[in-house]
């Protein structure tokens, strides 16, 4: 979770923002699950499989950026297949304010 973290903080807002992460401690948020758009799994070797794995499990928190969803479609494809009401997430807006590229999705 760290790498990636860190891999989408500095491709979306460069080395400031990066030098912020490292001195950063997320407030982690708990948000419904149904605020979430239905979104196609992936379109890579991530798959049906590879998500059904993570039912159950202890998973880490969604990526999001104010309203925009920015990563985690397969933990959120397997909540919802467990029945699950919420999820927990960090928001990279506490790190940099806008977040340039295409999100997974906008959140409801």
Same mark, same amino acid.
Request: charged content about 20%.
């Given at each position: ?5 860190? @891999?989408?903080? @500095? ?64 933990? %959120? ?10 999820? @927990?997430? %960090?928001?990279?807006? @506490? ?14």
């Amino acid at each position: 979770m760290q790498i990636l973290l860190f @891999e989408l903080v @500095e491709r979306a807002a460069g080395e400031p923002a990066l030098q912020k992460l490292e001195k950063h401690s997320f407030r982690v948020q708990t948000l419904p699950i149904k605020i979430f758009p239905s979104v196609p799994l992936s379109t890579d070797y991530r798959d049906a499989q590879y998500a059904s794995a993570m039912i159950g499990r202890l998973l880490p928190p969604i990526v999001i950026h104010g309203n925009k969803w920015i990563d985690g479609r397969h933990r %959120i494809w397997a909540l919802k297949q467990s029945g699950a009401a919420s999820i @927990e997430c %960090i928001d990279l807006n @506490e790190v940099f304010p806008d977040y340039p590229y295409e999100p997974t999705g906008i959140l409801l």
